[in-house]
C-alpha cells in the first residue's frame, strides 16, 4: 500500500476516498466530509475553530497504524456509474427500506415513556420523523427518476441528456443538505449517541441505532455527492 500523509489543503471527501476510516474519525469531530466534503481541511479548522495541527496529526498517525493491516479499499471513482448505483440501491437504499420505519417505532416508544423527564426526546421524536420522510421522499426520486436517467446516459450519452441529469443533481443535493443537517442535529440532541446512565435496554438500542442510520447514510450522501454526481460532472 502507498503511504500517504494528508495535509490541509486536502478535502475530508477525498481522504475518505483513499481512507475510509477517517469516516469515523471526522464524525466524532463532526467535520462534514459528505455534504459540505468538498472544503479543504484548512477551511474547516478555521471554520470550526479547531487546532489543525493537532487534528492533522491525529489523522495521519490513526492512517499510518491502519496502514499497517491489509485492507481491501473499493476505488469508487473506477466504477462505471452503473454499477456504483447497483451499490447504493441494493446497499444503502435497502439498509433505509429496512431500518427507517422499525427505527422510527423506537424512537416513539422512548419518547412516549421518558419523554416526561427527558424533554429532549420530543425534538427527538419530531427531527427523526421529519429525516424519515425526507429520506423516503429522496430514495423513490432517485430510483424513479435520476438513477434511471444517468443509466440511460452510461449507455447513449448526449449533452440534452446530461443537462437534465446535472438539474436532477442539483435538487438531491440539496435534499442531501437537509438530511445532513437533521442528523447533524440529531447527534447534538443525543450527546453523540450517548445514552443517559440510567437508560432502559430500548434506549440504549435507539440510541445505537441511530448512530448506524448516521454512519450509512453519510456513507451514501458520499457515495452519491462526492464520486457518482462529481464524477458525471467532469
Sequence with gaps: ??????????????????????????????????????????????????????VLKELNDLYQEWSKEDHDVTDWDAIPAS?????????????????LAPLGQFVTKIFRVH???????KELHRIYHELKLELEEHTIKEDEEVFPLIKEYELNPSEALLEKIRIANGG????????????????VITN????????????RITYARLADLESDTF????????????????
Excluded at 502507498?2 to 475530508?12: D, H, K, S, V
Excluded at 477525498?14 to 466534503?37: L, M, N, Q, T, Y
Excluded at 454499477?83 to 431500518?99: G, K, R, S
Excluded at 419523554?115 to 426526546?121: D, R, V, Y
Aim: glycine share 4%; with cysteine; charged share 25%.
Design 1 to 54: 500500500m502507498i503511504m500517504n500523509t494528508f495535509t490541509i489543503e486536502q478535502t475530508p471527501a477525498d481522504i475518505v476516498k483513499i481512507f475510509p476510516k477517517a469516516s469515523d474519525f471526522f464524525k466524532e469531530r463532526r467535520i462534514d466530509f459528505c455534504c459540505g466534503g468538498d472544503k479543504p481541511l484548512t477551511n474547516v479548522f478555521s471554520e470550526k475553530q479547531l487546532d489543525g495541527e493537532v
Design 172 to 187: 438531491l443535493e440539496d435534499e442531501h443538505d437537509v438530511a445532513g443537517d437533521l442528523l447533524k442535529r440529531i447527534r
Design 219 to 234: 456513507q451514501h450522501i458520499h457515495l452519491e455527492n462526492n464520486v457518482l454526481f462529481k464524477n458525471l460532472a467532469k
Design 115 to 121: 419523554g416526561a423527564k427527558h424533554p429532549h426526546l
Design 83 to 99: 454499477q456504483l448505483i447497483d451499490h447504493i440501491v441494493h446497499t444503502h437504499h435497502a439498509y433505509l427500506n429496512d431500518e
Design 192 to 203: 453523540d449517541f450517548t445514552p443517559p446512565v440510567e437508560a432502559c435496554n430500548s434506549y
